[in-house]
T-cell receptor, first 114, second 116 residues
Framework: DARVTQTPRHKVTEMGQEVTMRCQPI?????VFWYRQTMMQGLELLAY????????DSGMPKDRFSAEMPDATLATLKIQPSEPRDSAVYFC????????????FGPGTRLTVL | AQKVTQAQTEISVVEKEDVTLDCVYE???????LFWYKQPPSGELVFLIR??????QNEISGRYSWNFQKSTSSFNFTITASQVVDSAVYFC?????????????FGSGTKLNVKP
C-alpha cells in the first residue's frame, strides 16, 4: 500500500532555529505539494512541484521558507529562522501529475516553535 | 472570493442517524474536479472521492453517498447510519483543469461529531 511519508512527525524547536521537514512522495508520482494547516487559516498551499520543478510557491513566505526537490524521492521544506507563528501541521501530498489528479497526503509534521 | 464553501462548521449527530455535509463551489471552468477528504482525529487526510464535472451521476460507496448537482454548484456528501468512527473533519476541494493546473481549493471543513 503506497503512501506518502513525512519526517519528523513532531518537532519542537525554539524561535530562531532552522527547521527541515522531509517528504517522500509515492513512487511514480511526479507532483508534490506542501500545505500548512492551522486552526485560523485552515489548509494553505505553500508550494508545489511538477517533475521536481517548482510551479507555484506564491503561498510561501519567501524570506524564511524554502522548498526543494533534490531528487524524485525527496522533497524538503525549510524554515530559517523559525518563528512561533510558524507553529502548525505541515502536510506533504503527491499526485500522478496527469492533470487534476487526486492528491495523496502524508501524515503531516506537527511543528511547535517556542 | 471563496471557491469552495462548507457552510457547516460543526455537526453533531447520534449514532445511526443520517447526516449530509454540504459543499458549494464556484468556478468558471467547464472542466473541473471535485473531491472529498476525511481528516480523523489522528490527523491524516484521507481521500474519499473524486468526481469530474461531466459526470453528474450520484455515487454510493457503502454508507457513503455523494450528490453532484451542477445546477446548484453543489457536491454534497451523505453518511447513512453514521458511526462513531465517522467522527472527523471532512473537506471538500475543487481543482480546475484550465486555470490553475492541479491546484486544489479546499473548503474550511466540516467537523462531524457522532455520539454513541
Amino acid at each position: 500500500d503506497a503512501r506518502v511519508t513525512q519526517t519528523p512527525r513532531h518537532k519542537v524547536t525554539e524561535m530562531g532555529q532552522e527547521v527541515t521537514m522531509r517528504c517522500q512522495p509515492i513512487l511514480g508520482h511526479n507532483t508534490v505539494f506542501w500545505y500548512r494547516q492551522t486552526m485560523m487559516q485552515g489548509l494553505e498551499l505553500l508550494a508545489y512541484f511538477r517533475n521536481r520543478a517548482p510551479l507555484d510557491d506564491s503561498g510561501m513566505p519567501k524570506d524564511r521558507f524554502s522548498a526543494e526537490m533534490p531528487d524524485a524521492t525527496l522533497a524538503t521544506l525549510k524554515i530559517q529562522p523559525s518563528e512561533p507563528r510558524d507553529s502548525a501541521v505541515y502536510f506533504c501530498a503527491s499526485g500522478p501529475g496527469t492533470g487534476t489528479d487526486t492528491q495523496y497526503f502524508g501524515p503531516g509534521t506537527r511543528l511547535t516553535v517556542l | 472570493a471563496q471557491k469552495v464553501t462548507q457552510a457547516q462548521t460543526e455537526i453533531s449527530v447520534v449514532e445511526k442517524e443520517d447526516v449530509t455535509l454540504d459543499c458549494v463551489y464556484e468556478t468558471r471552468d467547464t472542466t473541473y474536479y471535485l473531491f472529498w477528504y476525511k481528516q480523523p482525529p489522528s490527523g491524516e487526510l484521507v481521500f474519499l472521492i473524486r468526481r469530474n464535472s461531466f459526470d453528474e451521476q450520484n455515487e454510493i460507496s457503502g454508507r457513503y453517498s455523494w450528490n453532484f448537482q451542477k445546477s446548484t454548484s453543489s457536491f454534497n456528501f451523505t453518511i447513512t447510519a453514521s458511526q462513531v468512527v465517522d467522527s472527523a473533519v471532512y473537506f471538500c476541494a475543487l481543482s480546475e483543469a484550465q486555470y490553475n493546473f492541479n491546484k486544489f481549493y479546499f473548503g474550511s471543513g466540516t467537523k462531524l461529531n457522532v455520539k454513541p
